[in-house]
């Protein structure tokens, strides 16, 4: 192995899939109300926070990004053994998850100055996040040294798109994204926003009335973008994201095959991300939606 990886739960690799590629991952923090923050995935799982979610309606918990210290624990690990390390981090829009992380760079090069830590912005969200994460692993694998993967990466970080939709105004509201009259008016008509993740930042694409019509138009637009950028999608990796409803997703995931059936041979693989507490405090327990991310040259 020529260099660690590390990265936030933000990315939301599953711990399995984590271990599997060896990379270390920093947690945020989760709270509801007054009560003690949870590490993301340590003290709390995704599912069950989910389902905390779901069972205390009209409480909005909060995320905490990771501490200087968080990060400098595992960093001096790495710098003690000598070992590369490149840490790639939420969206800096996002969070100040990325300054914790430089300023524990810092902190550590002063008491190891041979030290080699590259820290990198994703520019990307939730399982794009993940699938960079991926991608460094895949460009570690083939050989390449840790400066050479970086400039990999950035190559493709633009690339990245999320379609989505949730099932809860409420969240949306509480973090200001919709106002109040707008959410009740779309709860009375059973409005689901459809929403779209596109150069660093969030933007509104349009309401569907109903969570199955909803659902579907994620799909459709993520199919528009395909054919109008004439994306060759097996130089992409495809990622579905889900929160609570497993049994839904599994439909979802059948309606996504359906609906990109003449492209099958080119999609290498469905990769499934379940949407952690960094994303799902702000889309409440029900976001569901398809990823695209160019996969890096070799």
Not at 250 to 259: A, C, D, F, I
């Amino acid at each position: 192995m020529r260099f660690q990886i590390v990265s936030d739960s933000a990315c939301d690799l599953p711990k399995e899939r984590a271990q599997e590629l060896s990379v270390e991952i920093v947690p945020f923090y989760v709270s509801f109300e007054e009560e003690n923050y949870m590490k993301e995935g340590v003290d709390v799982g995704v599912e069950e926070f989910y389902r905390m979610m779901a069972d205390r309606a009209g409480e909005f918990p909060k995320t905490s990004m990771p501490s200087v210290q968080d990060y400098a624990d595992v960093f001096e690990r790495y710098a003690r053994e000598r070992m590369p390390l490149l840490c790639i981090c939420i969206n800096a829009a996002f969070s100040g998850s990325i300054q914790s992380a430089m300023n524990a760079r810092t902190q550590i090069l002063e008491e190891y100055p041979e030290a080699e830590i590259e820290v990198m912005d994703s520019e990307l969200v939730t399982l794009l996040q993940g699938m960079m994460v991926e991608e460094a692993c895949r460009l570690r694998g083939a050989g390449l040294s840790l400066k050479e993967a970086v400039k990999k990466l950035e190559e493709i970080r633009s690339s990245g798109r999320i379609f989505f939709t949730t099932n809860d105004l409420e969240y949306l509201q509480h973090g200001g994204r919709i106002g109040r009259a707008a959410t009740t008016i779309g709860n009375v008509l059973k409005i689901k926003p459809l929403i779209e993740y596109i150069d660093r930042g969030l933007v509104s694409a349009g309401v569907s009335r109903g969570r199955k019509k909803s659902l579907q138009q994620t799909i459709e637009k993520a199919r528009a973008y395909v054919e109008a950028d004439h994306i060759d999608l097996a130089e992409y990796r495809v990622g579905l994201a889900y929160g609570l409803d497993k049994d839904e997703f599994k439909k979802y995931r059948e309606q996504v095959k359906l609906g990109f059936r003449d492209k099958a041979d080119r999609i290498r693989r469905l990769e499934n991300f379940h949407v952690g507490a960094t994303i799902g405090v702000h889309t409440g327990p029900y976001p569901t939606g398809i990823a695209l991310l160019k996969r890096c040259h070799l």
